[in-house]
């Protein structure tokens, strides 16, 4: 085997001795020819930046010139690589080497590889690293060694590689190091043990690496860290240890002398309770700290001073019970503040005072009863604020007070009952309220005035009963209103009143009874409406009148007995109709000013007639969906003529007849659904013109047979469902 591999990249190397066509380098060398099958599986790519020389004749490689600075060697079936396999391609700069075997790499393989600059030996089974493996490799600038099965590594398995600038050993089952395992590094800036089996560190065990700037030792076990771990690592800018079991972090685990350059510390999900208050004293320039999923019940109030130049803290998913008013002092930097997820009921006024660039506080999932006015007082750089899933039942006056820059406020899933006019004085920039699944139930006309800038509102899932006109006058910028899910009964005329701007209403699951264009005035830039499962039983005449922007009208799942016509004037934009799981029976020339209806959902309700011509007004129709309705038969000059119609549904109805030309002029329509009704025979002309036609759904009927004329002409048909017939 070591014989063969050999004999390939000598061949691979002398080829320039050999005619080639004008076929590329990577077109030639496309496997290995050879009696038996060890180089059944290989794959070569090459690529370089010489050019092939020409002579008048024929085409030749000059050995002069000819070199391979990148090379791609894909193995399938290599056990291993002789200490030869390489020494022929002397100039190559940048090397992959995969194998699904390969578990040693010889001694001296890369000894004429002295111009290598990056080696990726990623994804093999590498069992061991030795002293000097690359020694010869001087030039080498980036090692992937990345998901092997490297248990050990000896002492100075990279001596020689002083221009190695990035390591990677991500992925492997290494237990351990020791002090000098990374000797002879001095040039390395990137530094990767993420995913391996470490229990410890060595004491002084990076101590060579003074140029390091990023070190991670992510998903591995280490329970315990020292100040001796992290010595003589003066341009380090990333420490990360998240997902290790470290418990503590002692006042002296960082030699914050030799840190002051440490930008990144990350301690994500370990264990770690206790924090002693000098633990980050000393890290001067460190902008983001990570100290989530841990299990930290308590902070000195001492442990972040010094700490000017953070930017983002992380302290989410801790057993934190409460904060020290001056925890946060001196952090005049801090932009994000992550504490939700902990166990706090209460916060001092004031804990927030110094924080003065801060831009995003998150504090939901926790214990909050009251918010205390002055609590975010003078924070003018806020946008966001996040206090969902709490127990808030109260909000004083003056809580958001002089926030010029918040633009977001969540609030939902809490226990408020009511708002306070007085809550949001003087913030000017609000744009998105979440107040969803609280126990409110008055809204009271004076809070509009206050959150005039509001342009997305949440009160889905609270207790509101009724819309009082006027209630939401005042809010003029508002595009997005939500009102699910409250039981809401009377709406006025109004009701919606003073909302010029507004976008999107959603106000399904309530018990609306009626609505009518006095209702609705006001919402002349609507698009959307959504009154999905309430308790309507008739539209009458010209109900959406002043609504001609309206594209989308969502009113399934209602009582829907009855549409007058005239219903739908004014909707001349609408594109899409949903009327399904409501109780009409019989449709009429109801949907004549609908000339940009696209989709038209009629689905689970008691039609047993269709009007002629009832269609042909929705010149831009493309699907009609009447799947579970009651019709018996589909006649001529129903469906016909429809040019648009790409689909119609007709499953699970109780059809025993489709007429011979009740399709003819649907020359768009490519599916045509009628499974699960009771046809017994189609006649030869049912589909006759459909010429778009893709896809026939036929399944589940009484049919006994079918007349190759039917299909006769359906060019474009790929598709015919027959299955459950008596064919």
């Given at each position: ?12 190397s ?38 092939f ?15 391979f ?30 194998t699904?075997h390969?578990?040693e ?9 002295t111009?290598?600059e ?5 994804r ?5 690293l ?16 990345s ?5 050990s ?47 410890y560190?060595p004491v ?15 998903d591995?076990?280490?329970e ?25 972090l ?57 700490l000017?130049k ?25 932009r994000?503040?992550?504490?939700n ?39 003018f750089?806020l ?31 809490n226990?408020?009952?009511r ?9 000017l ?8 699944d ?7 006309p ?12 949440f009160?889905?899932k ?14 003029a910028f ?12 009377k ?78 004037v004014?909707?001349?934009?609408l594109?899409?109709?949903?009327l ?15 000339v940009?209806?696209?989709r ?11 009007s ?7 010149i ?9 309705n ?8 129903v ?10 549904r ?11 030309e ?13 499974a ?9 002309t ?7 036609l ?12 079918l007349?190759?004329?039917i ?5 474009q ?11």
């Open positions: 085997m070591k014989t063969i591999f050999y004999l390939f990249i000598t061949y691979f002398t080829i320039c001795t050999n005619e080639v066509t004008t076929e590329t380098r990577s077109d030639k060398l496309k496997g290995c020819s050879t009696q038996t099958n060890t180089c059944a599986d290989l794959h070569t790519s090459i690529d370089s930046t010489e050019q020389q020409q002579s008048q004749d024929n085409h030749y490689l000059n050995r002069s010139t000819m070199i600075p990148n090379l791609k060697l894909d193995f399938d079936k290599i056990l291993d690589m002789p200490a030869q396999a390489l020494h022929e391609v002397k100039s190559l700069k940048v090397s992959k080497i995969t699904e390969i578990k790499l010889s001694r001296k393989i890369f000894k004429e590889l111009l290598l990056e080696l990726d030996l990623s093999n089974h590498i069992l061991e030795h002293k000097e493996d690359f020694s010869p490799l001087h030039n080498l600038r980036q090692l992937d060694l998901v092997n099965s490297i248990k590594v000896e002492s100075k398995s990279f001596l020689g590689l002083n221009n190695l600038q990035q390591l990677t050993l991500m992925g492997n089952k290494i237990t351990g190091f020791d002090r000098d395992t990374f000797f002879g590094l001095t040039n390395l800036k990137d530094l990767s043990l993420v995913r391996n089996h470490i229990e560190l002084t065990g990076f101590k060579h690496m003074k140029l390091l700037e990023v070190l991670r030792l992510d591995n076990t280490i315990y860290i020292q100040k001796s771990n992290f010595v003589d690592l003066p341009k380090l800018k990333e420490l990360s240890l998240s997902t290790n079991k470290l418990k503590s002692s006042e002296d685990f960082i030699s914050n002398e030799t840190l002051n350059s440490l930008e990144i510390l990350n301690f994500q999900s370990n264990s770690i309770k206790d924090i002693y208050e000098s633990t980050f004293h000393g890290l001067n320039n460190l902008s983001f700290l990570d100290l989530s999923y841990n299990k930290i019940e308590d902070l000195s109030n001492e442990v972040f001073r010094g000017t953070l930017e983002a803290l992380y302290l989410d998913v801790n057993n934190l019970r409460n904060i020290d008013r001056f925890l946060f002092r001196g952090l005049q930097s801090l994000i503040l992550l504490l997820n902990n166990k706090l009921e209460d916060l001092n006024v004031g804990c927030f005072d110094d924080l003065s660039n801060i831009t995003i506080i998150n504090l939901k999932y926790n214990h909050f009863k009251v918010l205390r006015s002055g609590l975010f007082r003078n924070l750089q946008i966001k604020i996040y206090l969902s899933f709490n127990e808030i039942a109260y909000i004083e006056n003056g809580t958001f007070e002089n926030l010029p820059r918040l633009e977001l406020v969540e609030l939902e899933n226990k408020l009952n708002l306070n006019e007085q809550m949001f004085l003087s913030v920039n609000l744009k998105h309220l979440k107040l969803t609280n126990i409110i139930q008055v809204l009271s004076g809070i509009a005035k206050q959150i005039a800038s509001v342009e997305e509102l009160l889905s609270n207790q509101i009963i009724e819309l009082k006109p006027g209630v939401f006058t005042g809010l508002l595009k997005y209103l939500n009102m699910e899910s409250n039981g809401i009964e709406v006025y005329e109004g009701s919606f009143s003073g909302l010029p701007r507004l976008e999107l209403l959603q106000i399904n699951y309530n018990n609306i009874n009626a609505i009518n264009s006095d209702i609705l005035s006001g919402l002349e830039q609507l698009y959307e409406l959504e009154m999905r499962v309430n308790d309507m039983q008739n539209l009458s005449l010209n109900s959406f009148s002043k609504m001609n922007k309206l594209k989308e009208l969502i009113l399934g799942q209602n009582s829907i007995q009855n549409i007058s016509p005239g219903t739908f004014g909707l001349s934009n594109i899409v109709l949903e399904d799981l409501n109780k009409l029976i019989k449709l009429e020339n109801i949907f004549e000013p609908l940009s209806l696209a038209l959902n009629l689905e689970y309700n008691l039609i047993e007639e269709i002629i011509d009832i269609f042909k007004p929705l831009s129709l493309k699907e009609i969906n009447l799947n579970h009651k019709i018996i038969t589909v006649t001529n000059n469906f016909s003529n429809l040019h648009s119609l790409q689909m119609l007709l499953n699970r109805n109780f059809i025993k007849n489709v007429s011979s009740a399709f003819q002029g649907d020359d768009s329509l490519s599916t045509l659904e009628l699960d009704n009771q046809l017994v025979s189609l006649s030869g049912s589909f006759f013109g459909l010429k778009m893709n896809t026939i759904d036929l399944q589940n009927n009484h049919l006994r047979n007349d190759y004329k299909f006769q002409n359906l060019t048909l790929k598709n015919v469902y027959v299955a459950g017939n008596n064919i």
